[in-house]
């Protein structure tokens, strides 16, 4: 029983695959298969619906439905059966399909009910190409057996597909595969506007022979290439062993676990006795995987499935020889497509890229500090990007609405072009105030410096018109390596970003790992709350080493030139006194060893908990500057996760609680005459920093590409008259003060 199955189903194979290789257009091609299909798997109906655009099936060849409805009919998404089978990506198999929810009845296709329905999708490793259909006059459920046949079917469809030989005599008005517009919506990491040609980051698989003529051979070729597959991931294992234990180890025994797993490989070669080739049958299960990815909500499940795809994208390399690198050239205005990519291998990009679309990521992952150094337009969560999109494909990012715009219709293009040149202008606009500093009409200046933390930050030290770097982030170049950099490494780095700065002024904070920041070859600690847990100053005071030997850096590549070194994440005074004291001892350890010094040694803190702004005075009169961290200060002040989209706008910067406790915070410095900056995202955004200045902070540190907006406001306005409307709004106890300054900002 079980072989005439199979020997059914590979003869069904072989007839799709002969009408493949005889000449003939498209739809051709598709009439033959439906009457194939129907007469191998005796039912009088069977259809294929292809997708017309990304929210429309049309009905592109009948076995049994009346032949004009042939590219009348059309569903769209989730409409009917047909239409559920495409939204969710799996099967229906109904006896009576009239009482299936959301069943419609379409009279154009004859007067017939068929109450038998089977409908499985045809899709491609999570791209969704359209429906396969069988339906039977007689009530009925489809078997196991036929289900998982016509799935076999359906996958060699979606090869064909995908290989375009359906365009042609009639079909010819069906956009072939990845031709249609499509708008992905996922979320900003990185604003910014950018149009260019998709580059994957991981090029496409094509297979080109889905049917196999001789399963036996395919069945060996399927375990030679698994065979090949563990022993790679044996490798990856040992080389994560030697790394340290935990975590990571215990993921990549999982992803071993998988490699190992009998059912996917059962599966699989099941596949291959119905008729398909190996590499159609490993797709065919990471098809499902997909499907299944992205319904499942469970963190673990997720995980799991993303191995299996992982192992899948491997396998297929493997049995096709088609390694990542295809040869092809890059374009010369490359948009990065991936799925989710490291800092280090976006770096090695660097400035030739546009912008970057992940399917993954996150606001505060190390891809987007990487994006946002390189002030290109990052969007996350760009579901399916990897999928539809292929080499070349136009595409326009949209980082402001983290909205992505693939192969666009013209008129969406031309409105971007001219988004695109109205940004243009305005940073035109900014470039000629570079010079000129962020004075308000009443003569009061503030000082505007940038954010940095990597090597291909400073560039733009001279091109924002920054007056030096408020904020060098040092943890970042500890991320974007898969080691603890050296301290001669670090020493001369620093150096280069002091020769770069000339002169001006660049503020060095001391590591800042933990919370959303883990090192890769850092032991991951399993806190429940990573970002109030062990991070920052506190990790380097437990682990004095790494402090002391960043310190060493600092000091000897300010030889000869004043130092400025910032302490992360103060929460109490004793903490900044104990980092104090070891710079001190660091400081003297260099003079007893004759080392040439620093000319000028600044010390300040930064001040991110809502603990310091009660600090004792001595603590204010310690520091030579402080600096707010109000990307910390705010998550702590009202205890909302910065990294979570669902709390992390809910409270605003200008409520006025939060400014009462920065005037706290300006009282208590101007009491001991410390200096007092502000670095955190708030100071990047005009209004927050005109409000900022008007509370009394005369520094502000932001993304170089705010500096021109911010200027621009600041010198079109009175910092002393906003002065008067804040003081009199928070004396008055108006919650928030948003309204107030935004009118007091139009009547300007
Ligand atoms: C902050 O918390 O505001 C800050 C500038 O530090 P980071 O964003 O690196 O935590
Ligand atoms: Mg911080």
């Excluded at 009088?44 to 049994?64: H, K, M, P, W």
């Excluded at 959303?516 to 070859?521: F, G, T």
Aim: aromatic share 6%.
């Amino acid at each position: 029983m079980q072989d005439r199955k199979d020997s059914d189903s590979r003869k069904l194979l072989k007839r799709l695959k002969d009408i493949l290789a005889a000449p003939g257009g498209g739809q051709d091609r598709l009439d033959q298969i439906t009457y194939h299909i129907a007469d191998s798997m005796g039912t009088q109906v069977c259809s294929i619906y292809l997708f017309r655009d990304a929210n429309t099936l049309e009905l592109c060849a009948t076995e049994g439905l009346r032949a004009e409805s042939v590219h009348r009919i059309r569903l769209r998404l989730g409409e009917g059966l047909v239409g559920r089978v495409a939204r969710t990506g799996r099967y229906v198999n109904t006896a009576d399909a009239p009482s299936e929810p959301g069943f419609r009845f379409m009279p154009e296709t004859g007067e017939e009910v068929f109450p038998s329905f089977l409908g499985v999708p045809i899709q491609r490793v999570g791209e969704r190409l359209g429906v396969l259909v069988v339906q039977c006059r007689e009530p009925r459920l489809f078997s196991e057996d036929e289900i998982y046949g016509l799935e076999v079917v359906a996958m060699v469809l979606a090869e064909m597909t995908e290989l375009g030989v359906f365009q042609g005599g009639h079909a010819d008005g069906m956009p072939p595969a990845h031709r249609f517009p499509l708008m992905i919506r996922g979320a900003t990491a990185q604003e910014g506007a950018a149009e260019g040609c998709v580059w994957l980051h991981e090029a496409r698989v094509v297979v080109t022979n889905p049917v196999g003529d001789d399963p036996d051979r395919e069945l060996v070729r399927l375990h030679e290439g698994v065979a090949m597959l563990r022993s790679t991931v044996d490798k990856m294992v040992a080389a994560a062993d030697m790394g340290g234990e935990g975590e990571h180890t215990a993921v990549m025994e999982a992803y071993r676990m998988f490699a190992n797993s009998r059912s996917w490989l059962k599966r699989m070669e099941e596949d291959i006795r119905l008729g398909l080739s190996a590499e159609a049958a490993v797709e065919k299960e990471q098809s499902a995987a997909r499907a299944r990815l992205e319904m499942a909500a469970d963190p673990y499940l997720r995980d799991r499935l993303h191995d299996l795809d992982d192992l899948s994208n491997r396998l297929l390399r493997i049995l096709t020889g088609q390694g990542a690198n295809t040869g092809a050239a890059m374009p010369g205005n490359p948009i990065l497509v991936a799925r989710n990519i490291g800092p280090a291998e976006l770096l090695e990009y660097g400035r030739r890229l546009r912008g970057v679309v992940l399917e993954e990521g996150s606001v505060g992952s190390h891809a987007a500090i990487v994006a946002r150094a390189l002030a290109i337009p990052l969007v996350i969560h760009a579901s399916r990007i990897t999928t539809e999109a292929l080499n070349g494909d136009t595409i326009l990012v949209d980082g402001d609405q983290g909205i992505v715009h693939l192969r666009p219709e013209e008129s969406v293009h031309k409105a971007f072009l001219d988004k695109i040149a109205m940004q243009a202008e305005a940073q035109n606009r900014y470039a000629s105030l570079r010079n000129l500093p962020a004075t308000g009409t009443c003569g009061t200046t503030v000082q505007l410096y940038m954010n940095a933390g990597l090597m291909a930050d400073l560039p733009s030290l001279a091109g924002s018109g920054a007056e030096g770097v408020g904020l060098f982030r040092t943890e970042l170049q500890f991320l974007i390596r898969n080691h603890v950099p050296r301290r001669a490494e670090l020493a001369e780095l620093y150096r280069r970003v002091l020769d770069n700065a000339q002169g001006r002024l660049v503020m060095f904070r001391t590591l800042d790992i933990g919370s959303d920041k883990v090192l890769p070859y850092m032991k991951p600690q399993d806190e429940p709350n990573p970002a109030m847990g062990w991070r920052a100053i506190r990790v380097g005071l437990d682990k004095r080493g790494v402090l002391r030997m960043q310190l060493q850096a600092l000091i000897r590549a300010s030889v000869g030139r004043p130092l400025h070194v910032m302490f992360p994440f103060i929460a109490d005074i004793s903490e900044y006194e104990a980092a104090y004291r070891i710079l001190m001892q660091e400081l003297s350890r260099e003079q007893r060893m004759g080392h040439p010094m620093p000319t000028d040694i600044r010390v300040g803190a930064m001040l991110e908990t809502p603990s310091m702004a009660f600090a004792p005075q001595k603590f204010f009169e310690m520091c030579d500057f402080i600096s707010v961290g109000g990307n910390d200060l705010k998550q702590f002040f009202f205890a909302a996760d910065r990294e979570n989209e669902r709390v992390r706008r809910r409270y605003d910067t200008l409520s006025s609680s939060f400014l009462l406790l920065l005037r706290q915070i300006v009282a208590r410095c101007d009491e001991a005459r410390v200096p007092l900056s502000f670095c955190g995202e708030d100071a990047g955004r005009p209004v927050e920093a005109l409000v900022f200045a008007a509370l009394g902070i005369r520094r502000l540190s932001m993304r170089p590409a705010s500096i021109g907006p911010v200027k621009h406001l600041i010198r079109r306005v009175s910092i002393a008259d906003l002065r008067k409307i804040v003081d009199e709004h928070l004396d008055s106890g108006r919650p928030n003060l948003r309204g107030p300054v935004t009118e007091w900002l139009a009547r300007q």
